[in-house]
């Protein structure tokens, strides 16, 4: 019969009645056994083509190398967006896929715990399996993969703590854990390698020192915890980040000016514990910053009128506002100005003015009467202004 070699593309003949297959043994058993614990969801036909009558390389979602005749890929489920993916268990015959260079499945209904015996893939640089129900502990033995360089296991079932052993990892350059069960403390990274660490949705307690995140970070998310004590010490040395989320935690303190220099797109600090002045070296180039719901106090930097979207709200902010935001407000240079729930007592701003539509602008709750009407984010309340006594008894 005729066969089309994978490597030349050219065709031969054969003697043999069989159809042949150029994958090795070893790994056609682990394919096999892989097979039989995972099924399609209804509505999905990813393993119609795994028919082991013929050569697996030609599998969806399988990618051989042509000269070791080895899986370097397996890359499992439809990844178009919406389709239905996978249930079952992920086999303890994954890990005899020796030269496998990347393994992913897609979000889907696989239960049950990630084998240990994936440590035994020390070719192994990219792991994923997210957005599926995978439970149980973390195997600390994934830090025997000397090679790995992304882990994503985000949005599954998983508890206990992060292995602390994952922060050795030479080559790890994105860690994605987020929306799981995970407690315990942050680990030290003490890898220069890595710029995305994504830890939010858990349950993760304790300090951050200096030396637990390596200053090479880009992607900080560590929202949704219950994290505690100072960060400011440790934000001064990451100074590469361009995304960093703190929200939602028990930090306190101040937290450094320089922060605001940092080539940042995005900074979340909201709904923690922050205190002190706020006071930027320079004008703010971040387009959104979040600053609500923490004891942040003094008066608003004009620094910040720059800001694209900007959420002061919440907080202990006096004085006036400067002018510089009415007139950025008027020529739409912001488009969100929270400043509700404060202690504010002037804004320079004509009642009759017209506030444009693109811009959202909220004053209620302050020592004074808002001096235009603009519609507030439902959680503002209905009260224009604080009760005479609360602005008396804070200037005092």
């Known amino acids: 019969m005729a066969i089309r070699s994978r490597k030349n593309g050219t065709v031969g003949l054969c003697s043999s009645s069989l159809t042949l297959s150029i994958l090795d043994p070893l790994d056609f058993l682990a394919l096999q056994s892989i097979r039989k614990t995972l099924e399609d969801l209804p509505g999905s036909d990813f393993f119609t083509s795994w028919d082991f009558t013929s050569d697996p390389c030609g599998f969806s979602g399988v990618y051989c190398d042509e000269d070791s005749k080895k899986v370097i890929a397996l890359n499992l489920g439809d990844p178009r967006a919406g389709a239905p993916g996978l249930t079952g268990r992920i086999h303890p015959s994954i890990g005899k896929l020796s030269s496998l260079a990347e393994f992913s499945i897609v979000p889907g209904r696989i239960y049950g715990v990630l ?117 400011d010490r440790v934000l001064l040395r990451l ?92 020529a739409e240079g912001i488009q969100i100005l929270y400043l509700q729930h404060n202690f504010l007592t002037r804004m320079e701003i004509d009642p009759t003015a017209e506030i444009p539509v693109s811009t959202s602008l909220c004053l209620q709750y302050n020592c004074m009467v808002p001096p235009v009407q603009t519609p507030c984010p439902f959680n503002a309340g209905t009260e224009k202004a604080r009760p005479t006594t609360q602005c008396m008894e804070w200037r005092g």
């Open 115 to 231: 084998p240990p015996t994936i440590s035994k893939l020390k070719n192994l640089k990219f792991l994923a399996v997210s957005k599926n129900f995978i439970s149980g502990a973390i195997p600390d033995s994934i830090s025997e993969i000397p090679n790995l360089r992304t882990l994503d296991l985000s949005y599954n079932q998983l508890n206990g703590s992060i292995p602390g052993s994952l922060g050795t990892l030479p080559f790890l350059s994105s860690l994605i854990l987020c929306h799981n069960h995970l407690t315990g403390s942050v680990p030290t990274f003490g890898s220069q390698t890595l710029t995305r660490l994504d830890l939010k949705h858990n349950h993760l307690t304790g300090l951050i020192t200096p030396s637990t995140l390596p200053t090479s970070l880009q992607f900080l998310s560590l929202s949704q915890n219950n994290l505690t004590g100072p960060v």
């Open 239 to 330: 100074n590469r980040l361009n995304y960093l989320d703190l929200s939602m935690n028990r930090f306190v303190g101040a937290i450094p000016a320089s922060i605001f220099t940092f080539p940042l797109t995005n900074l979340q600090l909201q709904r923690n514990q922050f205190t002190g002045q706020i006071r930027p070296l320079d004008q703010v180039s971040i387009p959104t910053v979040d600053l609500s719901h923490n004891n942040f106090g003094g008066q608003i930097s004009s620094m910040f009128s720059s800001v694209q979207n900007l959420f002061l709200n919440n907080n202990k902010f006096i004085g006036e506002v400067p002018n510089v935001f009415v007139d950025k407000l008027m």
